[in-house]
């Protein structure tokens, strides 16, 4: 069965321990904790020791997608305490101020690509050139984003092809005109499963679809069927 779970963020916004009960009886092995906003990041380090995260074979973290830079020096201490567990640290590259407090993280800085509203990092040639500043880090490739920024995917083909060994997981979601992630839509699996054999199958998934608690077995579902993992759909399906 592939790696595969949600973002907190996506069930419960900053309740993560209302996501986590959402994901009790799923079929689910991979979790990302989400602090998408600023104010987010302090709470929900401060309860890591308090989470039963146990059954989830992977675990990542989400760092705010926005950081003001007068906070920035306080988010990289509180990162520092969820890099020591050896967790993804997924960050927006428009979030960096200081890339030298963050290359620091290594490989477990995980960049993702962006969507449209975002300056950088939505190209192959953009996350080439951040790659070289951090030549450490690893890859969040966000399908999503770039159905968004590219429909053809051939955007997509070019960045699972050129950046493939440094892809530590994948967020999967349908992301609408405005750049919001909502539940998957046909013509979005139909895309997505255009580059799903680029994707190892060993990458762990996370669905960062907005879905209620009776929506996740089939939003897994639809997810499995865009990446092709019939193993997974027929478990989902039980």
């Known amino acids: 069965m592939r790696t595969i779970g949600f973002s907190t963020g996506a069930l419960a916004k900053s309740d993560v321990r209302f996501a986590l009960a959402m994901l009790q009886d799923k079929p689910v092995n991979a979790i990302e904790l989400s602090a998408l906003r600023q104010d987010e990041l ?9 989470l039963d995260l146990s059954r989830f074979r992977y675990k990542a973290f989400h760092a705010p997608s926005a950081i003001d830079p007068s906070f920035e020096p306080v988010a990289i201490r509180l990162l520092e305490r969820v890099a020591s ?8 590259p428009d979030a960096i101020h200081d890339p030298s407090r963050w290359a620091s993280f290594g490989n477990v800085l995980c960049i993702e690509n962006m969507d449209k509203r975002k300056a950088i990092g939505q190209t192959a040639g953009d996350l080439a050139e951040l790659f070289v ?12 984003h770039a159905r968004q920024v590219d429909p053809t995917m051939s955007e997509a083909t070019m960045i ?3 950046f493939v060994s440094r892809l530590k997981q994948v967020h999967v979601s349908e ?3 405005q750049s919001k992630h909502d539940a ?3 013509e979005s699996v139909l895309a997505f499963s255009k580059v799903s054999h680029l ?3 060993t990458t ?4 960062e679809s907005r879905v209620n608690e009776g929506e996740i077995v089939e939003e897994l579902s639809r997810a499995a069927q865009a990446l092709g993992d019939v193993r997974h759909l027929a478990l989902a399906g039980d």
Request: charged share 15%; hydrophobic share 40%.
């Open 133 to 144: 500043r951090f030549p450490e880090a690893s890859f969040c490739f966000d399908i999503g």
């Open 42 to 50: 302090q709470p929900l380090v401060e309860q890591l020791d308090d």
């Open 199 to 201: 994707v190892p199958t």
């Open 184 to 186: 998957l839509s046909f």
């Open 160 to 162: 699972l092809q050129t």
């Open 204 to 207: 762990p998934i996370i669905l």
């Open 175 to 177: 992301v609408n005109t």
């Open 85 to 92: 567990r050896g967790w993804p640290i997924i960050t927006h």
